[in-house]
């Protein structure tokens, strides 16, 4: 079974919009990690927010993380076409293994 | 190359046969883990070498699924008597560190992935 849990699975916005995606996961963490995914291969790594973190940028990208609630959230500010992508979120335990979402896609229109 | 690689990039095999994937991580990584990804899904955990460490392989599906790192560094996925649900696409990732217990993260790179169809 997988970790995290990404919601909406899809988003469909138009350039210029914020684009916002959430992830919930069950067990206790090292650290939560955001990846980008294109057309099924190439998978990169955007962000890394440790557990004792709460928010963290990264140019357009913002990424909060709750470990309260167990969630953390990605927004994409002024999304551009470019970015279309699934996006998945992946949590890290103690050991060092990563566990994934299913992903959220995301399509930006012109 | 500065990336982690794998050959081959697709592989198209008939159900029943063996096929090995392989791994080149990033020189000097001593982390390498191995995911695979079937269509429209995320990615799953299959295993996990560091160092000199006995590898997790909690993630391998069967028994038919086998992997080896040679010399700390190539790793190579083999999966035996291929079945039609192995069809995926097989990534691979280093890290600098994994040692369990450490304080210290370090990001994952992933390499481009092979893509298995078995027919």
């Known amino acids: 079974s997988q970790q995290g849990e990404e919601d909406p699975q899809a988003l469909s916005i138009q350039e210029g919009e914020n684009a916002t995606m959430n992830c919930s996961y069950k067990t206790s963490i090292n650290n939560l990690q955001w990846y980008r995914q294109n057309s099924g291969r190439g998978l990169v790594h955007l962000i890394l927010i440790r557990s004792n973190e709460r928010e963290k940028h990264s140019g357009r990208l913002r990424v909060t993380l709750d470990t309260s609630k167990k969630s953390s959230s990605l927004l994409i500010t002024a999304s551009r076409a470019a970015d279309t992508a699934s996006y998945f979120c992946a949590t890290e335990d103690s050991w060092g293994k990563l566990q994934f979402g299913a992903g959220t896609q995301v399509v930006v229109t012109p | 190359g500065a990336g982690v690689s794998q050959s081959p990039s697709n592989k198209v095999t008939e159900k029943g046969k063996d096929v090995e994937l392989r791994c080149d991580p990033i020189?000097?990584?001593?982390?390498l883990y191995w995911y695979r990804q079937s269509l429209g899904q995320g990615l799953e955990f299959l295993i996990y070498?560091?160092?000199?460490?006995?590898?997790?392989k909690s993630g391998l599906p069967s028994d038919r699924f086998s992997a080896e790192r040679t010399g700390g560094s190539v790793s190579t996925l083999t999966i035996q008597r291929t079945q039609q649900e192995d069809s995926a696409v097989y990534l691979c990732a280093s890290s600098a560190t994994g040692t369990s217990g450490r304080s210290a993260t370090d990001t994952q790179y992933f390499g481009p992935g092979t893509r298995l169809t078995v027919l």
């Open positions: 020189s000097g990584h001593t982390a």
């Open positions: 070498f560091q160092g000199n460490s006995a590898p997790d």
